[in-house]
């Protein structure tokens, strides 16, 4: 298609909520342009953990999961700073992908089926006149009857549009930093282990491969206090829980430098933005203690899908278009967001930490129905 083109839907970033929603659409007809700013195949910082609610969606886009041998994981660890262990069931439980295989997996299945991908092409602005988008690039501008965002946790559209979360002063919620290796290392492929540090958690557990994600969160203000050194960190706070000591001691990396992303929120963010749908972690962050943020994007990307089909069959308006994605967002993610918010305030702490999961141990009840909360259902 050539610059003239009215495309259907316009999707700023290809990770796994844009790249589903393309998918989706195209499946349906519709002409879909995505913009990612990178080029495929590419690591992300991310838990590498996805939801079994997530499955049988996969399986419908066309990714033949049950043909990977993919480790289905079942059992939660958790360590408070100490390094004192504790045990859980999950009772809907997961499986572990890297997002540089299923990403790159998506894309292909994208192109494949028609869709118009522009790689290493930042989006600069989304602009509406009328009933519709301009989206423009450092090399082109096209124009869409709908557009969503997709980009991730920050972006440079959240700061040009001043939205709120971007804005905020440093504070509890909105200036941590993500740091993520792949490692080769024998631990149990049936369970994933979240360690606690002082103020941040790390994660571990298997993907294919036999690789495994490590990959762990913390304040800003621990890397500024460590000489904004990621080494000098780790060594200074992470091994002062001997499970991570040992991970970190033990592992084989296979990254020559970490990946890290900083300045990551988890205030509370608006669906619809300049009448730009919000999808995945633009739309709302869950902390990745729950592990569900895989599962949300590409939960979010068929709500996104299911409220727009109607308006570009021309079934109903703009308007009622985007009040049905966000009411339908806030019905199914809202209450995990805020769980999540809370759980993330009990971890990495010295004590805060020991007692809560002391009190999970005490109380299966209590760890059933958190860990349930955050995992959602089939979709």
């Known amino acids: 298609m050539d610059e003239e083109t009215i495309y259907d839907v316009a999707i700023i970033g290809g990770g796994l909520a844009g790249l589903s929603l393309a998918i989706q659409c195209a499946d349906e007809g519709f002409d879909v342009v995505l913009f990612e700013k990178e080029n495929y195949p590419f690591h992300k910082v991310c838990g590498e953990y996805v939801s079994l609610e997530s499955w049988n969606f996969l399986q419908g886009l066309g990714c033949e999961l049950d043909k990977l041998h993919l480790p289905i994981i079942k059992t939660l660890h958790l360590s408070d700073v100490k390094g004192k262990l504790y045990s859980f069931d999950l009772p809907l439980g997961g499986f572990g992908i890297s997002r540089y295989f299923l990403d790159h997996s998506l894309y292909k299945m994208a192109l494949a089926k028609g869709v118009t991908i522009f790689t290493q092409c930042k989006v600069t602005d989304v602009t509406r006149t009328g009933d519709l988008f301009s989206i423009t690039t450092s090399q082109r501008q096209v124009k869409a009857k709908v557009a969503a965002g997709s980009y991730g946790k920050r972006s440079n559209l959240d700061i040009k549009w001043k939205r709120p979360f971007a804005t905020q002063k440093a504070g509890s919620l909105n200036n941590y930093i993500g740091i993520k290796y792949h490692v080769k290392y024998q631990h149990d492929a049936s369970a994933i282990s979240l360690h606690n540090f002082y103020n941040g958690y790390c994660g571990i557990s298997k993907i294919e491969d036999n690789k495994s994600c490590l990959c762990y969160l913390t304040t800003a203000q621990n890397l ?127 004590t805060t930490t020991s007692i809560f999961l002391k009190t999970m141990n005490a109380v299966p009840s209590l760890a059933s129905f958190l860990i349930q909360s955050t995992h959602g259902t089939s979709f």
């Not at 990551?264 to 919000?278: D, N, P, T």
Request: aromatic share 10%; glycine share 6%; hydrophobic share 40%.
């Open 224 to 350: 500024k206090d460590s000489g904004n050194s990621i080494e000098e960190m780790q060594r200074k706070i992470l091994f002062k829980n001997p499970n991570l000591k040992e991970i970190f001691s033990s592992a084989d990396f296979l990254y020559d430098e970490p990946l890290a992303i900083s300045q990551i929120s988890f205030s509370k963010k608006q669906q619809v933005e300049r009448h730009v749908l919000m999808l995945g972690d633009a739309a709302g962050m869950i902390s990745p203690l729950c592990g569900n943020g895989m599962s949300m994007a590409m939960h979010s990307s068929k709500l996104a899908f299911d409220s727009m089909r109607p308006f570009l069959a021309n079934k109903t308006t703009r308007q009622v278009m985007e009040k049905t994605y966000e009411a339908e967002w806030k019905k199914a993610f809202s209450k995990r967001l805020w769980i999540g918010r809370k759980v993330q305030t009990l971890f990495g702490g010295n």
